[in-house]
Every structure is written in C-alpha cells, then in structure tokens.
C-alpha cells in the first residue's frame, strides 16, 4: 500500500493540532514526524498520558486508558488525504506518532 509520503492531519475545535508525515507502514500500523500546530498545546498532556498508561504492564490500567483515550477522540478528529476517518488510534511522542484507523 503506498502510505509512504502522505500527509494526514489531527485536528480539534480549537484548530490544527498537527501534521503526520508518514514514512513507514506496517499494516495496519502508519507512522511518522509529526509536526505540532498550534493546538497541540491544548492535548499534549492528554497524550501524553494515554501513553504512560498503554506502556504500563498489568490490565488494571486499561480502564484508565480508555477513558483518557475517549476523552481524545472527543477532542481530535484524523484525517487521511481523502479526509475523515471514522475512528482512529493515535499515539503521539515528540516529533514521531503512529495510527491505525477504520474508514467509515
């Protein structure tokens, strides 16, 4: 699939939250640099946090997570170059993030 050299976009209420550059694919895993806009700000903790707790060992911690992670599909919306996805998952740490998602 040629995923590679795409760009696709995280946004929110507040605007651009940032850039995906995708240089690898590991279907159904994309990753790449990501580029923060001027809305990251605004949910940087909030991923940050998701992924404290999708590292950590044990299942207690998956309820947690999925709160945190609803509370960022609340918030963010992914979009392909063709445009919205219906649902996504999104990690995102320093310049790199990587996302699997379901057209809708």
């Given at each position: 699939?040629?995923f590679?050299?795409?760009?696709?976009y995280?946004?929110?209420?507040?605007?651009?939250?940032?850039?995906?550059?995708?240089?690898?694919s590991?279907?159904?895993?994309?990753?790449?640099?990501?580029?923060?806009?001027?809305?990251?700000?605004?949910?940087?903790?909030?991923?940050?946090?998701?992924?404290?707790?999708?590292?950590?060992?044990?299942?207690?911690?998956?309820?947690?997570?999925?709160?945190?992670?609803?509370?960022?599909?609340?918030?963010?919306?992914?979009?392909?170059?063709d445009?919205?996805?219906a649902?996504?998952?999104?990690?995102?740490?320093?310049?790199?993030?990587?996302?699997?998602?379901?057209?809708?």
């Open positions: 699939m040629g590679e050299g795409e760009s696709w995280v946004s929110s209420a507040e605007g651009r939250v940032g850039e995906i550059a995708v240089d690898d590991d279907f159904p895993w994309l990753a790449g640099r990501f580029v923060a806009g001027p809305a990251f700000t605004a949910v940087r903790d909030l991923f940050a946090r998701e992924l404290a707790l999708a590292q950590r060992d044990g299942e207690r911690h998956w309820q947690e997570w999925e709160t945190v992670y609803d509370e960022i599909r609340r918030r963010v919306s992914l979009s392909s170059p445009g919205p996805v649902d996504f998952l999104l990690h995102i740490e320093g310049d790199r993030a990587w996302f699997r998602w379901i057209d809708g």
